[in-house]
């Protein structure tokens, strides 16, 4: 990933934000965001709301017989899906490195 440079203005107010022990959101250095665990109906489903974000995480498993020339072994798959809107280029206040497009918009544009 590129290190995305700040602006003097940006750099100045971080000093700052960081001096006078607060976060960009007024909370203190200890303050903590509220903290609300749901359970869904589903078995290995449950939603965390931190402040205003919201995650859903569903855990799943198979278990299966290990492959008969490596009975101690096994493997172990992990498939994350996560929403375009995780991405930087989606940050409140702030624009990717190519404008409010993602780079794969851009680049299907340029065919």
Same mark, same amino acid.
């Given at each position: 990933?590129?290190?995305?440079?700040?602006s003097?203005?940006? #750099? &100045?107010?971080l000093?700052k934000?960081i001096?006078e022990?607060?976060?960009l959101?007024?909370?203190?250095t !200890?303050? !903590?965001?509220?903290?609300?665990i749901?359970?869904?109906? &589903? !078995?290995?489903c449950c !939603?965390?709301d931190?402040?205003?974000?919201?995650?859903?995480?569903?855990?799943?498993?198979e278990l299966?017989?290990?492959k008969e020339n #490596?009975?101690?072994?096994g493997?172990m798959?992990?498939?994350?899906?996560?929403?375009?809107?995780?991405?930087?280029?989606f940050?409140q206040?702030?624009l990717?490195?190519?404008g409010?497009?993602? #780079?794969?918009?851009?680049?299907?544009e &340029?065919?």
């Amino acid at each position: 990933m590129k290190d995305t440079l700040l602006s003097n203005c940006e #750099r &100045d107010f971080l000093l700052k934000a960081i001096e006078e022990k607060k976060r960009l959101d007024g909370r203190q250095t !200890y303050d !903590y965001r509220k903290i609300k665990i749901t359970f869904g109906t &589903d !078995y290995g489903c449950c !939603y965390v709301d931190l402040g205003k974000t919201r995650v859903m995480a569903q855990v799943s498993c198979e278990l299966v017989a290990p492959k008969e020339n #490596r009975p101690n072994e096994g493997i172990m798959f992990f498939n994350i899906e996560l929403s375009p809107l995780a991405s930087p280029i989606f940050e409140q206040g702030r624009l990717g490195e190519r404008g409010s497009r993602g #780079r794969h918009m851009d680049a299907a544009e &340029d065919k």
